[in-house]
């Protein structure tokens, strides 16, 4: 063998080595196909952006190449929730090996729709909101990440206290329409009430509401809010911040997506890492495992990240102790 035969020979070695493995789905002439439902567009916030490459970058160094031994169909419902239902039915009629959903109301749409196609979510919580029988064994096709939001409410409200310590009322934003954050609002309500802190609880269902919202709680004296996060507030965390901005009303967030966009502080799940994380379920499904025998995990990581541009906007002082304790300070 000539020296030019030995080196192709060696480098296709090499690149069979280096190829990523085939799953279980391929070696039945099948490429598995992901169905994931995304809610806002394709651009997205900058948050949007590295919660989804969390997930392609780990399913990459899992072994799969988008195109080559993995289909993705993504859905951009908009900010629509509505659109959701319509992009899971489609999902059924692909028959996708797996769907990937992000929310309560999302994935119970989900379940509804579907019993026999895997889901890997990302849930507020999943056991609250009746989504699986227990974090160990889930049961049925649901499994994933579920980040326990609810016990984190009264760490927000405590947070956002420390920032404004002469908080006489608060305002809370929540969806109704989204069970996890009505816990949330009466956790929240529990503990203001403990500090003889008065609540205005503002139904948000539209963001054509956002302007009255936002005169409601001037009209009512409130001395700062606690947004509670869902895919709805989510959608709209731009119109959200400018408008908290623009009342000086000091405000709270659950994720950092809102902060990026203006928002003064939020605290909560990493989400990029419960992106990151859910791959390794996908990865377990496509190669055999039942989602139901799958235990559900809960976040290891959280962050809390305050906007100092906004904080002197508002004419805010943050104590030094609560910024020596910010993962993230944006100045």
Known sequence: MNRRCLCITIAAFCFLLAAPPVVEAQQAGKIPRLGWLINNTPTGSRDDQLFRQALLNQLHELGYVEGHNLLIER?????????????????????????????????????????????????????????????SHPGGNI????????????????????????????????????????????????????????????????ADQLEALFASMKKERASALLTI????????????????????????????????VGGLMSYGVNLPDMSRRAAFYVDKILKGAKPGDLPVEQPTKFELVINLKTAKTLGLTIPPSLLGRADEVIE
């Open 229 to 260: 996060g869902d895919n709805l507030t989510g959608a709209h965390a731009a119109a959200i911040a400018r408008l908290a901005a623009k009342n000086r009303l000091p405000t709270m967030y659950g994720f950092r997506g809102f902060v990026d």
């Open 75 to 135: 859905r951009y419902a908009e900010g629509r929730m509505e659109r959701h239902r319509a992009f899971i039915d489609e999902f059924v009629r692909l028959k996708v090996d797996v769907i990937f959903a992000v929310g309560d109301q999302v994935i119970e749409m989900a379940k509804d729709a579907t019993s026999d196609i895997p889901i890997v979510m990302v849930a507020c919580d999943a056991v609250g909101a009746g989504l699986i029988a227990s974090l």
């Open 143 to 206: 499994t994933g990440m579920t980040c326990i939001t609810n016990d984190l409410s009264a760490k927000r409200a405590e947070l956002l206290r420390q920032v404004v310590p002469t908080l006489r009322r608060l305002a809370v934003l929540y969806n109704p329409a989204d069970p996890h954050t009505v816990r949330e609002l009466k956790q929240t309500r529990a503990l203001a009430e403990a500090w003889k802190v008065p609540v205005q609880a503002l139904e948000f269902r539209d």
